[in-house]
């Protein structure tokens, strides 16, 4: 065996790299280098025992995370293994419909819809759902995007739309049964309508060549159920299937694991329950308890050495985490889970405090306590000469709500901070404004959003000749745009106002001029150039600023590639439908290397 493979490998992490034959659980702690088992594994297949690198399929769940196995495994295995299966399971479904979409009856070029497609697909086809029960009496945003929520539960489940309209069907009252009560037609009327609504939402898709993330594992599913003879070219193929953060699969993933690995059952699962985090779409220990019954006698390895914390935390999370028993493997297989910390952890100093707990009356005095902590930590640590940096801190948050009034408190403090959100470039005050100067082309009187360009830097007017403009529309009932243009009638205002006002005007007039004939990026470029928002800034040091210019350019030009007549009254119509359907705007961080304090909820920090 290659010595650089069992490198600083503990005995039970060496006993899963070296299993050869036949079904493994294991069951992996935080932080005690499960990735490093999977990958080392993945490489003493490859160069010990000889197994071609496409022969082996390694799942997990994010395409981060895919990135990170890839990344380990480029720097373990030698040059020249390029075919690697390292796949999150939605990729992976998604290559083989690319592949043999054909076989079960749908197109290779079928078009993956995001959450925000899928929301604006029913909406425009919400006639054809003939809802009564779930007729939504005002905005149905909220109302479609808990029917989707439950179509994608659905399909997690492995229901398809026949079997849920056989179950609705079932409950249909018999001659022999005794007459249903109002409760009880109600009741079924609503199961049958959700399983009619799940039946009209997948020939949408259908008919529109359409996919969802759901569909990618189904139809996986039925490929390999219809079509005997692919299933057994992949069984062939895949010798060795490794799955990681098993206890964060669904059903359908699971079944669809169960039929690609038999009959060999050379299939080798890790999991924890205790860092389960997607149970809420349906994940649960239900499948780790699963597969201990459906591979009788596989081998169960337990990795309790950490590598990532102090042993007086991971006697805190112990503690912490019993008071979800006996809903635990621990408790249900019997065995020892508690972490122990190994590594360079054992070398910190004793005198440093790992942990310390804190009770506030209020949420503010919890921000101004964690604002001021940091900034003595910081000071203190620079006055006794410790190349100390703002990115030694973080915080964590329970929801983006509370991370926001972190953000604000720190700005007090004039710490430098960032939320670590992955969501929500389109609330970003610098897109806000440019989205309201867009608007502002599309139609001249929309004040709110004139209000709020009027607020921008470079076109400021000051608040109290914002008042004195608007007394004056309102006395002569005039559109907030229609004061401006008679901004030589209304006295006593700064010379400032006047300079920013004719900017504005003059500019509005020249980008409306581009409206008609020219496609949004275009008119986009024309603003930030005009407008001087450029000016001033330094390319490497508003780094936060360009990136956030250069991804809504990005999302403006993606959307002129799905149509090439696409006008700015068009995108903009796209993007008030994204935003109706709950959309925030997917954000790359790509500056998240900036010297600050980060700020990120806990489930964003696991991810």
Same mark, same amino acid.
């Given at each position: 065996?290659?010595?650089?493979?069992?490198?600083?490998?503990?005995?039970?992490?060496? &006993?899963?790299?070296?299993?050869?034959?036949?079904? #493994?659980?294991?069951?992996?702690?935080?932080?005690?280098?499960?990735?490093?088992?999977?990958?080392?594994?993945?490489?003493?297949?490859?160069?010990?025992?000889?197994?071609?690198?496409?022969?082996?399929?390694?799942?997990?769940?994010?395409?981060?995370?895919?990135?990170?196995?890839?990344?380990?495994?480029?720097?373990?295995?030698?040059?020249?293994?390029?075919?690697?299966?390292?796949?999150?399971?939605?990729?992976?479904?998604?290559?083989?419909?690319?592949?043999?979409?054909?076989?079960?009856?749908?197109?290779?070029?079928?078009?993956?819809?995001?959450?925000?497609?899928?929301?604006?697909?029913?909406?425009?086809?919400?006639?054809?759902?003939?809802? %009564?029960?779930?007729?939504?009496?005002?905005?149905?945003?909220?109302?479609? $995007?808990?029917? +989707?929520?439950?179509?994608?539960?659905?399909?997690?489940?492995?229901?398809?739309?026949?079997?849920?309209?056989?179950?609705?069907?079932?409950?249909?009252?018999?001659?022999?049964?005794?007459?249903?009560?109002?409760?009880?037609?109600?009741?079924?009327?609503?199961?049958?309508?959700?399983?009619?609504?799940?039946?009209?939402?997948?020939?949408?898709?259908?008919?529109?060549?359409?996919?969802?993330?759901?569909?990618?594992?189904?139809?996986?599913?039925? #490929?390999?159920?219809?079509?005997?003879?692919?299933?057994?070219?992949?069984?062939?193929?895949?010798?060795?299937?490794?799955? %990681?953060?098993?206890?964060?699969?669904?059903?359908?993933?699971?079944?669809?694991?169960?039929?690609?690995? *038999?009959?060999?059952?050379?299939?080798?699962?890790?999991?924890?329950?205790?860092?389960?985090?997607?149970?809420?779409?349906?994940?649960?220990?239900?499948?780790?308890?699963? *597969?201990?019954?459906?591979?009788?006698?596989?081998?169960?390895?337990?990795?309790?050495?950490?590598?990532? $914390?102090?042993?007086?935390?991971?006697?805190?999370?112990?503690? *912490?985490?019993?008071?979800?028993?006996?809903?635990?493997?621990?408790?249900?297989?019997?065995?020892?889970?508690?972490?122990?910390?190994?590594?360079?952890?054992?070398?910190?100093?004793?005198?440093?405090?790992?942990? $310390?707990?804190?009770?506030?009356?209020?949420?503010?005095?919890?921000?101004?306590?964690?604002?001021?902590?940091?900034?003595?930590?910081?000071?203190?640590?620079?006055?006794?000469?410790?190349?100390?940096?703002?990115?030694?801190?973080?915080?964590?948050?329970?929801?983006?709500?509370?991370?926001?009034?972190?953000?604000?408190?720190?700005?007090?403090?004039?710490?430098?901070?960032?939320?670590?959100?992955?969501?929500?470039?389109?609330?970003?005050?610098?897109?806000?404004?440019?989205?309201?100067?867009?608007?502002?082309?599309?139609?001249?009187?929309?004040?709110?959003?004139?209000?709020?360009?009027?607020?921008?830097?470079?076109?400021?007017?000051?608040?109290?000749?914002?008042?004195?403009?608007?007394?004056?529309?309102?006395? &002569?009932?005039?559109?907030?745009?229609?004061?401006?243009?008679?901004?030589?009638?209304?006295?006593?205002?700064?010379?400032?106002?006047?300079?920013?006002?004719?900017?504005?005007?003059?500019?509005?007039?020249?980008?409306?001029?581009?409206?008609? &004939?020219?496609?949004?990026?275009?008119?986009?470029?024309?603003?930030?150039?005009?407008?001087?928002? #450029?000016?001033?800034?330094?390319?490497?040091?508003?780094?936060?600023?360009?990136?956030?210019?250069?991804?809504?350019?990005?999302?403006?030009?993606? +959307?002129?590639?799905?149509?090439?007549?696409?006008?700015?009254?068009?995108?903009?119509?796209?993007?008030?439908?994204?935003?109706?359907?709950?959309?925030?705007?997917?954000?790359?961080?790509? *500056?998240?290397?900036?010297?600050?304090?980060?700020?990120?909820?806990?489930?964003?920090? &696991?991810?």
């Amino acid at each position: 065996m290659s010595s650089n493979l069992v490198k600083d490998l503990n005995k039970e992490q060496l &006993k899963a790299l070296t299993h050869d034959q036949g079904p #493994l659980l294991i069951v992996a702690g935080a932080g005690t280098g499960k990735t490093t088992v999977l990958i080392n594994r993945l490489a003493h297949l490859i160069v010990n025992k000889k197994v071609g690198a496409e022969e082996i399929l390694l799942l997990t769940f994010t395409e981060k995370a895919a990135g990170e196995m890839e990344d380990r495994a480029d720097k373990t295995l030698p040059y020249g293994y390029v075919d690697l299966w390292i796949n999150t399971f939605h990729s992976f479904g998604e290559r083989l419909l690319r592949e043999h979409a054909l076989d079960i009856g749908l197109s290779a070029n079928f078009k993956l819809l995001t959450e925000t497609e899928q929301w604006v697909l029913v909406k425009k086809n919400l006639e054809k759902f003939n809802l %009564d029960y779930y007729r939504p009496l005002g905005n149905p945003a909220k109302f479609i $995007s808990e029917l +989707l929520r439950h179509f994608s539960r659905l399909k997690d489940e492995n229901i398809s739309p026949s079997e849920y309209l056989k179950y609705a069907n079932s409950l249909e009252p018999t001659s022999q049964k005794i007459k249903e009560t109002s409760e009880e037609q109600i009741e079924r009327e609503r199961i049958r309508e959700l399983a009619l609504a799940y039946q009209t939402y997948n020939q949408l898709l259908l008919d529109n060549n359409y996919l969802d993330f759901g569909d990618l594992i189904i139809y996986t599913l039925q #490929l390999f159920q219809k079509r005997s003879n692919i299933l057994k070219y992949y069984r062939h193929k895949f010798r060795y299937i490794m799955v %990681d953060e098993f206890q964060d699969t669904n059903w359908a993933q699971y079944e669809l694991i169960k039929l690609l690995a *038999f009959p060999k059952n050379n299939l080798v699962v890790v999991g924890d329950d205790d860092q389960a985090i997607y149970k809420f779409r349906g994940a649960s220990i239900s499948n780790i308890m699963q *597969f201990k019954d459906d591979f009788k006698g596989a081998l169960e390895i337990v990795l309790t050495e950490n590598y990532r $914390s102090r042993q007086e935390i991971l006697d805190h999370a112990y503690r *912490f985490i019993q008071n979800n028993n006996p809903n635990r493997l621990e408790a249900k297989l019997k065995i020892n889970k508690r972490l122990v910390a190994k590594g360079s952890f054992l070398k910190l100093a004793k005198k440093d405090k790992a942990l $310390s707990f804190y009770n506030f009356q209020t949420a503010a005095d919890e921000l101004s306590f964690v604002a001021q902590k940091i900034l003595e930590i910081y000071e203190s640590k620079q006055a006794q000469g410790d190349n100390i940096l703002w990115s030694d801190f973080a915080i964590l948050v329970r929801a983006n709500d509370t991370a926001d009034a972190y953000v604000k408190e720190l700005n007090r403090y004039n710490i430098p901070n960032q939320f670590m959100s992955w969501r929500g470039l389109y609330y970003k005050p610098l897109i806000l404004d440019i989205l309201a100067y867009l608007r502002l082309l599309d139609n001249y009187h929309e004040s709110t959003a004139l209000f709020r360009v009027l607020n921008m830097e470079i076109f400021k007017v000051s608040h109290l000749d914002l008042i004195t403009i608007n007394k004056m529309a309102a006395r &002569k009932v005039w559109s907030l745009y229609e004061a401006l243009k008679n901004i030589d009638k209304i006295g006593g205002l700064s010379s400032e106002t006047y300079k920013n006002v004719t900017k504005l005007l003059a500019l509005i007039e020249k980008h409306s001029a581009l409206v008609s &004939k020219e496609k949004p990026t275009r008119i986009f470029l024309s603003f930030a150039y005009d407008s001087g928002l #450029l000016a001033g800034l330094d390319p490497d040091k508003d780094l936060e600023f360009y990136s956030y210019l250069n991804q809504f350019y990005q999302k403006i030009k993606r +959307l002129e590639e799905t149509s090439a007549d696409l006008r700015l009254v068009d995108f903009l119509q796209a993007i008030n439908l994204e935003l109706e359907a709950g959309e925030t705007g997917s954000l790359k961080l790509d *500056f998240a290397d900036h010297e600050t304090v980060k700020i990120m909820t806990a489930h964003g920090a &696991k991810g």
